[in-house]
């Protein structure tokens, strides 16, 4: 508890210092968020297991032809998971996140998917299994997600960490849909953070195994220790990242830097993987501003 007291301390503070570094810098803010949205919508979709590379991604959202056949399925996720991930950045900050908005969300993620499903809960006999979990039954769906976003609601004064890791875990734990939960999942923290004013985050595919280490921890002990550290984590390097942008430092790869300062890489990695270091993950590089 007292580790997660420490990261939210040093979250506040890093906050305090994006707040000051971004007056006047909107336009920087925005080819930030745009530039991540690639990122976002890659390591959204691997770990669903969608065989697309980052730079297959990037592709399909700039409309380049690809080198290899890809499902018109995989082509649809990526668009409609980039018009998700783009959509909420406005949209969070104009509307609290209701059942509704969730709905939408999902409608907007699995049109020309799955049409007979898009934007409704599951319903009549359709449950759902995760590996040795199986969800709650359809008809205790809307009842539950309305639990589950007033006990967020109430712990308003929490650590924002905590409320996240509690909410996407029974979010995931619901399972209210017949499909995309794990990706609507992760647009609700980053709808979340954006309207608590923090900014958004990116779990890694890298981070997979940890990241259903956390549902089990979930799962059988109802703990959240390690979707809090995860949460945390993916937030500082978040605010790392923009850090370096905006207060205008020369962003150079962890390698380089160790090789100018005569520092053991391996050992900045270890420090970059804890966050001890302001170093940042973009497109599977790890980077420091100086």
Known sequence: ????????????????????????????????????????????NAIENSTLTLEETEKILLQIDLDRFITEREIFETKNLARVVSYIDKKAKEQELTLDVILTLHQMLISNIQDDVAGRFRKGNEFVRVGSH???????????????????????????IKSIARLHLTFEYIHPFVDGNGRIGRVINNYLLIREGFVPINIKFVDRKKYYDAFKEFDSRETTTVMDEMVGKA??????????????KKIITLRDFAKTNKLSHSNLLNKAGRQTIEAFL????WKIGV
């Open 1 to 44: 508890m007292t580790n997660i007291l420490n990261v939210f301390s040093k979250i506040s503070s890093l906050r305090q210092r994006y707040y000051q570094a971004s007056t006047g810098k909107e336009t920087l803010i925005q080819l930030i968020s745009e530039a991540e949205v690639a990122e976002q919508v890659y390591n959204s």
């Open 134 to 160: 199986i969800a709650p039954a359809p008809k205790e769906v809307v009842e539950r997600l309305e639990k589950m976003l007033a006990q967020y609601n109430a712990s308003s004064h929490e650590n924002i």
């Open 235 to 248: 937030l500082t390097n978040s605010y790392h990242k923009r850090l370096a942008y905006l207060e205008g």
């Open 282 to 285: 973009e497109k599977n590089v």
